[in-house]
């Protein structure tokens, strides 16, 4: 079995995380793609609760046949979402896993400041897909789309509801949860 990770903050989820991880899918061989919500941010990055995120991570997994999943890992006791000790423990978890790692190409300028990035290497195949507007070397497959979490944020706090950028069940759960400042129900 192989399973590609997807770490991030997923605040929130959008369709630029689900054509990464589709991509990858059907093109490199994975049986599952597991989206790794952020417990803790490393670079100390602020987020809505865990609890609201992997809810909407779950909402993005239901518009697959079931390949995309999420994992609660980085909530469990002593990791503090340093990737290499996330994936130590999925490791011994799953012995017969053979893992890869996704990231966009935006994160390769803060690889220098990641914690054993070299084990990590040694543990997964990284694959760093090329997130538009970020051309880097080594770069898997074409651009994908141009969208972020942060401009999703902002388009919320303007009262436009980006609902071609985000899957309508994500939307749903931000708003019946009151999330970003969305009318609870609205
Ligand atoms: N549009 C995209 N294309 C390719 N990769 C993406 C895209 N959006 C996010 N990713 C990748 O998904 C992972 C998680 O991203 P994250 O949840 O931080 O989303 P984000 O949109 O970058 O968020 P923010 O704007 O809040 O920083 C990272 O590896 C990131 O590079
Ligand atoms: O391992 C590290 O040192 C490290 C430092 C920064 C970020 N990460 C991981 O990178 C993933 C994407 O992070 P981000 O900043 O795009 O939300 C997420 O899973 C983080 O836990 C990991």
């Given at each position: 079995m192989q399973v590609a990770l997807l770490g991030g903050s997923f605040n929130p989820p959008h369709v630029g995380h689900l054509m990464a991880a589709s991509y990858v899918h059907a093109?490199?061989?994975?049986?599952e793609v597991w989206l790794m919500p952020s417990a803790q941010h490393p670079f100390g990055k602020q987020m809505e609760a865990f609890e609201h995120r992997v809810a909407m991570c779950d909402a993005m997994c239901r518009?697959?046949?079931?390949?995309l999943k999420t994992t609660r890992i980085e909530s469990e006791p002593g990791l503090t979402g340093r990737t290499v000790d996330t994936l130590a423990l999925l490791v011994e978890r799953h012995p017969s896993v053979r893992w890869s790692l996704i990231i966009g190409s935006d994160i390769l300028r803060d690889l220098p400041h990641w914690k054993d990035f070299h084990r990590i290497q040694e543990m997964s195949r990284v694959l760093v897909l090329y997130r538009a507007g970020y051309p880097a070397p080594d770069t898997v497959g074409p651009p994908l789309a141009e969208v972020s979490s942060t401009v999703i944020r902002e388009l919320l706090a303007r009262g436009t509801e980006p609902s071609d950028l985000v899957p309508s069940g994500v939307l749903a759960h931000a708003r019946a949860a009151g999330l970003y400042g969305l009318r609870r129900g609205k």
């Open positions: 093109t490199q061989g994975v049986d518009e697959t046949s079931g390949w």
